[in-house]
């Protein structure tokens, strides 16, 4: 049985590699956003059973997704219909493709064993594909406060986040989804292809979808537009509440 939900609570879910503080400019006010202590999950399956607990303790009503976070958002999504809102960010209900879309589970076996030696090559190497030719100055701004930016190498989530990436695949639960989906998504993302923002759109009855040209998989830091965007999503979220 769920707990009465809390209008005005967002529960995000953070990507792979970042710390916390990558994603202030995205928790607006009045908004009261909850983030769950994932950091420690060593495997697949701890990282959701914590979600799960954390979501039900947290009584949101809204989810929010960025990349990683975004596969835990449509499987909160298919399973509880109390979910009226879910804004996803760079997402994919299936992230290793061997087709030459996104990043196949070989490069992140390589991942998984570089970071037992030399983790902060490892998540530098992450953010260079995270950003598009044209953004390399939000990349060089980011790497020289790389402590603040990226999480601990000693993060038990850089390994157990890697190993959820290879085997999560939500696709199936896409059609039991009755809120509304709001996607934002990059052209230039190669970590997350706008294909694959694309998929969910084709699977998810009430969806919408704003595309960046040009933008990568950090289109929040990068994209001129975005913030404009998400206010205004937010705001129309906020409306309906409102009413």
Not at 20 to 34: A, C, G, N, Q, V
Not at 147 to 161: I, M
Not at 207 to 235: N, R, V
Request: with cysteine; hydrophobic share 40%.
């Amino acid at each position: 049985m769920e707990k009465q939900i809390s209008l005005r609570k967002v529960f995000f879910l953070p990507g792979w590699g970042f710390s916390e503080k990558i994603y202030k400019t995205l928790f607006l006010s009045p908004w009261e956003w909850y983030i769950p202590m994932i950091w420690d999950c060593h495997s697949p399956e701890t990282i959701e059973k914590q979600v799960y607990h954390a979501f039900l303790s947290s009584r949101a009503s809204i989810v929010c997704g960025y990349s990683l976070g975004s596969l835990l958002a449509l499987d909160l999504a298919a399973h509880f219909p109390s979910i009226s809102d879910i804004v996803l960010i760079s997402p994919t209900a299936r992230f290793t493709r061997e087709d030459k879309t996104g990043f196949s589970s070989r490069i992140l076996d390589r991942m998984q064993k570089k970071l037992l030696y030399a983790p902060y090559t490892v998540l530098e190497d992450f953010l260079w594909q995270c950003i598009a030719p044209e953004e390399k100055d939000i990349a060089k701004y980011l790497l020289a406060r790389k402590k603040q930016v990226f999480l601990s190498p000693f993060t038990p989530f850089l390994h157990s986040g890697l190993e959820a990436l290879k085997i999560w695949d939500k696709r199936n639960l896409l059609s039991h989804i009755k809120g509304r989906v709001w996607i934002l998504s990059g052209t230039s993302d190669k970590i997350c292809p706008v294909i694959m923002s694309q998929e969910i759109m084709t699977l998810v009855s009430h969806s919408k979808i704003k595309k960046y040209e040009g933008a990568g998989h950090l289109l929040f830091l990068s994209h001129p537009q975005f913030q404009k965007d998400w206010q205004e999503i937010w705001h129309h979220i906020g409306e309906r509440y409102d009413r």
